[in-house]
């Protein structure tokens, strides 16, 4: 019985990478199709994201299949209730994209504007998150996973600025608030990506020592 779970979980953990994978791809096509505001590309997004959905719900039922058919314990089932959460956020993320590339979609379709907005480096920190998070569950890294946990008020912190900086705009273009508030969609939905990053690191450490640490992020601040 051992043999055959340990496959079951080895090719799950295939299964996981390989979905982290494609939403990783696709979240850098997303923002490749924001600062190059090219419709064409974010539109190829929106219809890849059929193929996150249909990965993510073959990932959550081999982990149904997986704790019926076996009842594992201890690591084993910690591992599978991580890939359960991880395989949803992933889901989410690609989610996120799609949104993104909507917004680059008409964006690009408009007259742009004068005002810039921080994408770039907001858009890098979501993107380093969401990596180290998924490198942080390939190595088992503790180290690593509370890393992304203090990293998260960096990216709200750019939101906020970029929140700011788009009422300024509204007030001194108002000709142009439809424009302004598809930037302020995709300012949140970059946010949102370093939120489900987070969550993400989350359960890696849920995973590695059974540790649950949803509202402890300001206890890692002091220890930092």
């Excluded at 990478?17 to 997303?30: C, H, P, Y």
């Amino acid at each position: 019985m051992s043999s055959h779970l340990q496959r079951e979980i080895d090719n799950l953990k295939k299964n996981i990478l390989s979905l982290s994978a494609l939403v990783e791809g696709t979240l850098q096509r997303s923002l490749k199709a924001l600062r190059d505001l090219d419709p064409a590309l974010a539109q190829a997004v929106i219809e890849a994201d059929s193929e996150i959905d249909y990965r993510e719900v073959e990932i959550e039922e081999e982990c149904l299949k997986i704790i019926a058919l076996y009842q594992p314990v201890a690591n084993d089932l910690r591992f599978i209730i991580a890939v359960l959460k991880i395989n949803a956020e992933l889901e989410r993320i690609g989610d996120a994209a799609v949104n993104i590339a909507e917004q680059a979609s008409f964006l690009g379709r408009e007259e742009r504007t004068t005002d810039a907005f921080d994408f770039p480096s907001m858009a890098e920190k979501a993107q380093w998150m969401l990596r180290s998070s998924l490198d942080a569950l390939v190595n088992r890294d503790a180290v690593l996973a509370h890393k992304v946990l203090l990293a998260d008020d960096e990216v709200d912190q750019m939101n906020r600025d970029i929140f700011a900086r788009v009422q300024e705009s509204i007030r001194r273009h108002p000709a142009q608030l439809e424009r302004l508030v598809h930037t302020l969609g995709i300012s949140r939905h970059i946010e949102r990506i370093g939120d489900h990053a987070t969550n993400i690191a989350e359960d890696v450490l849920y995973m590695i020592n059974g540790d649950i640490v949803r509202h402890r992020n300001r206890e890692f601040e002091k220890e930092k």
